[in-house]
């Protein structure tokens, strides 16, 4: 069992990554947007991994990503972010038979609508503090919430794909 | 000291959180930077290498547009050829007699592996790196303009600040009347740059060409930039806004060259001797 929950998360891990720097950041479109779905990583850790291990492989992914887009470490201080927001958010939207019998959180036990909230809050902080620490001031904020807001409804989207194709029974 | 170790093993997630985010804004706050070399970049080893095979299969995408650009490149040099033989004859009737700053230039070829116009401070990677000649702070352009400056090199890859950087300043010039200004990004659409600081007693064309005024040593003049397709006058400024379409389009680039100014250790020198005065 675990270790099938460990080779899963270490296929996420590489495939997402390979996926966004190969793939994603090479889609070029006229307006400069685009979506960071391996935030789906973080988004899909277990519920029993060890706070300070995600803290670890958000920011490990996070600064490979940036390895490959010349950003800075900005993807690992979000990702960080986002891993370090995860617990408390998955805490607050507990439902009321909590997550017990699951490994991970998906879409199948706990309902679509709980998993649109969850990925959308998570992926919208991660692509706000990203985007703001990208353009790093507060001139045409509109611009920057409208590039964020656009990014992350696609990334959502990918997100929503991803779960409709690969949920697995017991999530 | 017990207690103190309690206490951190309690709140063990808040502080690795806070030294990860300290981590990550020192590298942010420094990364800009120039030449500071750190391996959180695409011209590492591993990157470099990834991106390289990466680039082999997609490639194979645009083979048709790689294609016709390299085929119209051609054509124009038979032209340039062609034009040339007419004065090989006469050095008096080149118009260009005396002023040989333009050909004093090697050019590298490079091919770009990476590429992205998504962000505001964009770069793009290159398959050559120092082993090939290739320095910091050369300029790169592609058969129909300006494309960037080499920020960082490694021995196989280098990284390229590309015009699409909102960081990045060019001097400008244009072609027809001599007027001189910068030229930028403002980051909202990758055909477009601006041309700023063009007084409006200037008489600027839609249409004319903006070309690099040779004034920095990272380019030559004449490399084309783009073309003037709007030009406002703003009540109460003294300079123009004037929007440009880039020559290049940046969404599919493939082969560039990276210019090798050979006389620019000796324009830096006895720039930097002259400012001392």
């Given at each position: 069992?675990?270790?099938?929950?460990?080779?899963?998360?270490?296929?996420?891990?590489?495939?997402?990554?390979?996926?966004?720097?190969?793939?994603?950041?090479?889609?070029?479109?006229?307006?400069?947007?685009?979506?960071?779905?391996?935030?789906?990583?973080?988004?899909?850790?277990?519920?029993?991994?060890?706070?300070?291990?995600?803290?670890?492989?958000?920011?490990?992914?996070?600064?490979?990503?940036?390895?490959?887009?010349?950003?800075?470490?900005?993807?690992?201080?979000?990702?960080?972010?986002?891993?370090?927001?995860?617990?408390?958010?998955?805490?607050a939207m507990k439902p009321v038979m909590g997550y017990e019998d699951l490994v991970r959180p998906g879409m199948r036990k706990l309902g679509f609508s709980w998993f649109v909230m969850y990925s959308a809050l998570?992926?919208?902080?991660?692509?706000?503090?990203?985007?703001?620490?990208?353009?790093?001031?507060?001139?045409?904020?509109?611009?920057?919430?409208?590039?964020?807001?656009?990014?992350?409804?696609?990334?959502?989207?990918?997100?929503?794909?991803?779960?409709?194709?690969?949920?697995?029974?017991?999530? | 000291?017990?207690?103190?170790?309690?206490?951190?093993?309690?709140?063990?997630?808040?502080?690795?959180?806070?030294?990860?985010?300290?981590?990550?804004?020192?590298?942010?706050?420094?990364?800009?930077?120039?030449?500071?070399?750190?391996?959180?970049?695409?011209?590492?080893?591993?990157?470099?290498?990834?991106?390289?095979?990466?680039?082999?299969?997609?490639?194979?995408?645009?083979?048709?547009?790689?294609?016709?650009?390299?085929?119209?490149?051609?054509?124009?040099?038979?032209?340039?050829?062609?034009?040339?033989?007419?004065?090989?004859?006469?050095?008096?009737?080149?118009?260009?007699?005396?002023?040989?700053?333009?050909?004093?230039?090697?050019?590298?070829?490079?091919?770009?592996?990476?590429?992205?116009?998504?962000?505001?401070?964009?770069?793009?990677?290159?398959?050559?790196?120092?082993?090939?000649?290739?320095?910091?702070?050369?300029?790169?352009?592609?058969?129909?303009?300006?494309?960037?400056?080499?920020?960082?090199?490694?021995?196989?890859?280098?990284?390229?600040?590309?015009?699409?950087?909102?960081?990045?300043?060019?001097?400008?010039?244009?072609?027809?009347?001599?007027?001189?200004?910068?030229?930028?990004?403002?980051?909202?659409?990758?055909?477009?740059?601006?041309?700023?600081?063009?007084?409006?007693?200037?008489?600027?064309?839609?249409?004319?060409?903006?070309?690099?005024?040779?004034?920095?040593?990272?380019?030559?003049?004449?490399?084309?930039?783009?073309?003037?397709?709007?030009?406002?006058?703003?009540?109460?400024?003294?300079?123009?806004?004037?929007?440009?379409?880039?020559?290049?389009?940046?969404?599919?680039?493939?082969?560039?060259?990276?210019?090798?100014?050979?006389?620019?250790?000796?324009?830096?020198?006895?720039?930097?001797?002259?400012?001392?005065?």
């Open positions: 069992m675990l270790t099938k929950v460990l080779r899963s998360n270490l296929i996420r891990f590489l495939g997402l990554l390979f996926f966004q720097v190969i793939i994603l950041n090479e889609i070029h479109v006229h307006v400069p947007i685009i979506p960071y779905f391996y935030v789906l990583f973080i988004i899909l850790m277990p519920f029993g991994i060890s706070p300070a291990l995600s803290l670890i492989l958000a920011f490990a992914l996070g600064l490979s990503v940036d390895m490959f887009s010349n950003t800075g470490a900005i993807h690992a201080a979000a990702a960080v972010l986002v891993a370090f927001v995860r617990p408390y958010t998955l805490k998570l992926i919208i902080l991660h692509h706000f503090a990203l985007y703001f620490l990208e353009v790093f001031t507060f001139t045409e904020v509109l611009f920057t919430l409208s590039r964020i807001m656009g990014s992350s409804l696609i990334t959502l989207f990918l997100v929503l794909i991803f779960e409709f194709l690969f949920q697995s029974k017991n999530n | 000291m017990y207690k103190l170790f309690l206490f951190i093993l309690r709140f063990h997630f808040v502080f690795l959180f806070l030294g990860l985010q300290t981590l990550c804004f020192v590298v942010i706050f420094n990364y800009n930077n120039y030449h500071r070399s750190y391996f959180i970049n695409t011209s590492n080893f591993i990157s470099g290498h990834t991106l390289n095979a990466a680039s082999r299969f997609w490639s194979y995408l645009n083979l048709v547009e790689v294609n016709e650009n390299l085929s119209n490149e051609n054509a124009n040099l038979q032209m340039q050829v062609q034009n040339n033989q007419g004065y090989s004859n006469s050095v008096v009737s080149n118009p260009n007699f005396g002023d040989d700053s333009t050909n004093l230039n090697n050019l590298i070829p490079a091919k770009v592996i990476n590429n992205s116009i998504g962000n505001q401070h964009n770069y793009f990677t290159l398959n050559k790196g120092s082993n090939h000649g290739i320095t910091p702070d050369m300029g790169v352009i592609a058969p129909s303009g300006l494309v960037g400056i080499v920020k960082q090199v490694s021995r196989n890859f280098s990284t390229v600040v590309s015009i699409l950087n909102t960081r990045i300043k060019i001097g400008g010039r244009i072609g027809e009347n001599e007027f001189t200004g910068t030229v930028i990004w403002k980051g909202h659409d990758s055909r477009k740059l601006n041309l700023e600081t063009i007084p409006v007693h200037a008489d600027v064309r839609v249409g004319s060409n903006v070309v690099t005024s040779g004034y920095s040593s990272i380019f030559p003049e004449n490399i084309l930039i783009g073309e003037i397709t709007s030009v406002k006058e703003i009540p109460g400024s003294a300079f123009y806004e004037i929007e440009l379409t880039l020559s290049t389009n940046m969404q599919s680039l493939n082969y560039v060259y990276v210019t090798d100014f050979i006389l620019k250790t000796e324009k830096d020198n006895l720039e930097s001797e002259s400012y001392a005065d």
